[in-house]
């Protein structure tokens, strides 16, 4: 689960990582509301975001034509006419596609003088199952150009989760910064927080980008987060009643938000071949031998190991309130899941939604012979696959011939 920046930053301040001073609000006239007492508290320059679930807000455009989803402001007059200009309407950036998404909320936060940006991350690295911390002189940019072209400037510490981040772990980090004297300082408690924050959260990935050096209110140098990316767990929210009130419905597809109430795990794609698949790993090769043979997914859907009659009818209305889909691919390798479970309710949703597009199901495994005569008995029009190939070509051949 995605939460927005300032929430990001609620929550890491909670941690106590430092934060540039700001408020959330909905309304021009409260964004303007909030620059006053900003600028009344001695601030330069506040800066007006939007608050979407997506990045490259800077360098996004409105539909409207309006450029740019971040602006800094001199005076409250100027935030509340860019507030006037960004609420309500789409921010189009690299990360959104064309549809964009609808600006409903501003960070209204102070503008630091930056003396230097930096980057770090804490996120778990999966060829070893340890936490993994990164971090880069070169913040303010995509970490992924800095892996392509200058890799070498990326700092990566893994951190052992029986014992958690020692502090000699976050001197490392900082000095591998560059920070000296008060920043460094600064900077290892920085670290460690953030660490925490991604521990404590059950986060997936804690991004701070730009992390920045900036000179206190006593002078000295300060290591704060000036912009924070943090993705949760879907997993482990059950733990975390007040992280799960952060989620923001309207972030997300309608057809996400309908497959999670079955506890599907479904993410939209734009091919035209659908998926109904019980286990990820098997999801993402059915996504992949569909592309092999040449045609193009339209969702990853996964049922779980125990999926039932209903999940699998609900399933099925999901695939089909996509408009783009033109077949769909049954893939089960029944282990705990029984095959015929599966067949029963792929031929009750059948029925029940009046399916006229092509079907392909493979099955194998636990109890696969009754679940392949309940198909065959059906006198539905259901294809069958007798591999994972055989069928992944017949359902790209029904569609693209």
């Known amino acids: 689960m995605n939460i927005h920046e300032y929430q990001a930053k609620e929550l890491l301040k909670r941690h106590g990582v ?7 609000t909905d309304s021009a ?3 303007r509301k909030l620059a006053e007492g900003l600028f009344a508290k001695g ?27 971040v602006k800094l402001c001199k005076t409250a007059d100027d935030v509340y006419e860019k507030a006037k200009a960004m609420l309500g309407n789409v921010l189009v950036t690299k990360q959104t596609g ?41 913040g303010g940019v995509d970490i992924e150009e800095v892996a392509a072209h200058t890799p070498e400037k990326i700092v990566k510490e893994h951190v052992d989760p029986a014992v958690g981040i020692m502090p000699y772990q976050a001197r490392k980090v900082a000095a591998a910064l ?21 521990w404590k959260s059950d986060a997936a990935m804690v991004e701070i980008n730009p992390l920045c050096i900036i000179t206190g209110p006593d002078g000295k140098d300060l290591v704060v987060a000036v912009d924070a990316k943090i993705s949760l767990d879907d997993n482990a929210l059950y733990r975390h009643p007040d992280l799960q009130a952060m989620r923001d419905l309207a972030e997300e597809s309608p057809l996400e938000i309908e497959a999670s109430r079955f506890s599907l795990n479904y993410i ?12 990820a790993g098997l999801a993402m090769a059915t996504m992949d031998i569909i592309q092999h043979y040449g045609g193009e997914p339209a969702n990853f859907l996964d049922v779980g190991g125990g999926a039932s009659k209903d999940q699998v009818s609900a399933a099925f209305k999901i695939i089909l309130s996509d408009p783009n889909v033109k077949a769909i691919f049954v893939n089960i390798f029944g282990g705990i899941m029984d095959c015929n479970v599966i067949a029963t309710g792929i031929v009750e949703a059948v029925k029940e939604t009046g399916l006229k597009l092509p079907l392909i199901v493979r099955l194998e495994g636990n109890n696969v012979l009754a679940g392949k005569a309940t198909l065959q008995n059906s006198g539905l029009t259901i294809i069958s696959g007798d591999t994972m190939s055989d069928a992944a070509k017949k359902v790209v051949k029904s569609v693209v011939g």
């Open 178 to 198: 560059g920070l000296k004297g008060d920043a460094f300082s600064s900077g290892v408690k920085l670290i460690i927080a953030v660490y925490e924050t991604w």
């Open 18 to 24: 430092g934060v540039p001073p700001g408020e959330v």
């Open 43 to 69: 601030a330069g320059l506040a800066v007006v975001k939007s608050q979407i679930h997506a990045g490259g807000r800077g360098k996004g455009t409105f539909k409207s034509g309006f450029q740019g989803g």
């Open 29 to 31: 006239e409260g964004a």
């Open 98 to 138: 064309p549809e964009g998404r609808l600006v409903s909320k501003l960070l209204i936060a102070a503008a630091p003088d930056i003396k230097k940006e930096l980057y770090l991350a804490v996120l778990l690295d999966r060829n070893n199952g340890r936490p993994l911390i990164m971090a880069s002189t070169e």
């Open 268 to 279: 939209k794609l734009d091919g035209s071949i659908a998926c109904l698949v019980n286990g």
